[in-house]
């Protein structure tokens, strides 16, 4: 184990609880014909804060390295998050939008899945977002984005020539920024005294009970709990005054920020800090816990895959997922084992998945010869698919899971 590094949030020690070893850029699919030498890989591991209890990785990742022209996530690829995010757009015109000529700035907002129900009301936006793969579809929608990376001095920029925000909102991004000091700063900068800053990412509650380990992978840099927020929130004058449990992308907490002394916490607020009290969910020993129960699936799954494959049975990949590069890199699983992933991202297909180089093809080639086993790695979005992919079933295929055990459905 390596030294500890101070939290990007307090500057205290961060203790590491997992290490999953040398990983690639989830979200770099190399073409066949790469050199191979020039992959990136760095050192994924996992620790938490000894004071202010945030869950962070040990090592980060320079950003252009990750989010540029090439990123290959499109939002708008799951009809649910089309409806999640359609939903979201429905609640903030409803319940913050409501001022004169009200400003919404959302931070990350990829493909424009959520601005786009906000630009069709005709309420003033704009998107930050510094992927410009994605950023160049939102814009082809009507969409007002800023092509560039969101920190202090962009929200200055914003604030000069749009005038303060009455809703900042972030989905799936804030928990990918570590410089989270010029984040917040910039949110002061920006936001009015009367508004609130919205963000959405997966909750380390849910990622500790259902040992969905996969979402730990470079783009992840923070694990967030109600109390870490609160704590986050406190140090840079504002104040959680509202959370939302959400059952997306396998558990998420929608958290809401106001300045400081601005609005009156929920109850809600006060409820999940005793939950996450009563579990001792930011301790050591549990994250240890953690930690052992990711070492049984990634035994349980290489055992299992090996075993079907020296039974001759056919096993495809499903969603080449950010996510899985973690599965995949950490249990040593390539093409001998899964011999290709499907995915409907036509910017993956024909590439390699990350580290470990299995291919990834059209869901054409699922369909034209069902395989016996689908190993899901788009599990979070498992109603959708399974409901998509009846035919499979029928046919006598099933499905591989690794969350929270490995089991066959
Ligand atoms: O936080 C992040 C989340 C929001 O998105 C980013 N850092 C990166 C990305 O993570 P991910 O790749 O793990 O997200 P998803 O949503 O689990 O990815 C689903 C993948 O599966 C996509 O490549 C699209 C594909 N897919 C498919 O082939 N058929 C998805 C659906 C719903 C389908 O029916
Ligand atoms: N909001 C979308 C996208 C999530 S993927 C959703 O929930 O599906 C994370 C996104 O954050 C990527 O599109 C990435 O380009 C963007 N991002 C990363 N760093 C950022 C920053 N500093 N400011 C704004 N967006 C950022």
Known sequence: M???????????PVQEFFDFGRQ??????????????????????????ESCTMVQLMEEVPRDKMFHEEYPYFSSGSAFMREHFT??????????????????VELGCNDGVMLKAIADHGVRHLGVEPSA??????ASKGIRVRTSFFEEATAREIHA????????????TLCHIPYMGSILAGVNALLKPTGVFVFEDPYLGDIVERTSFDQIYDEHFYFFTARSVQEMARRNGLELVHVERLTVHGGEVRYFLAPAGQRTPSEAVAALVAEETERKLSDLAT???FGANVVKIREDLTALLTKLRDEGKTVVGYGATAKSATVTNLCGI????????????????????????????TPDAFSSEYPD?????????????MAKEQEFREAGGKWILYVPTVHVV
């Open 2 to 12: 390596s030294s500890t590094p101070p939290c990007r949030i307090c500057a205290a």
């Open 24 to 49: 690639p850029l989830s979200d770099a699919f190399p073409a066949p014909d790469a050199d191979f030498s020039q992959e990136f890989f760095f050192r994924l591991a996992v620790g938490v804060c």
């Open 87 to 104: 939903n979201l757009a429905k609640q903030l015109l409803a319940d913050e939008l409501t001022a004169e000529d009200p400003f919404i």
């Open 133 to 138: 793969s994605v950023a160049d579809v939102a």
């Open 161 to 172: 020539e749009d005038g303060p925000a009455d809703v900042i909102y972030a989905a799936n």
């Open 287 to 289: 994250l240890k816990a």
């Open 334 to 361: 390539g093409p001998d084992l899964v011999p290709f992933i499907c995915d409907t991202t036509p910017a993956k297909q024909g590439r390699l998945s990350p580290g470990t180089h299995i291919p990834v093809k």
């Open 373 to 385: 086993y689908a190993l899901l790695f788009a599990w979070n979005h498992a109603e959708e698919i």
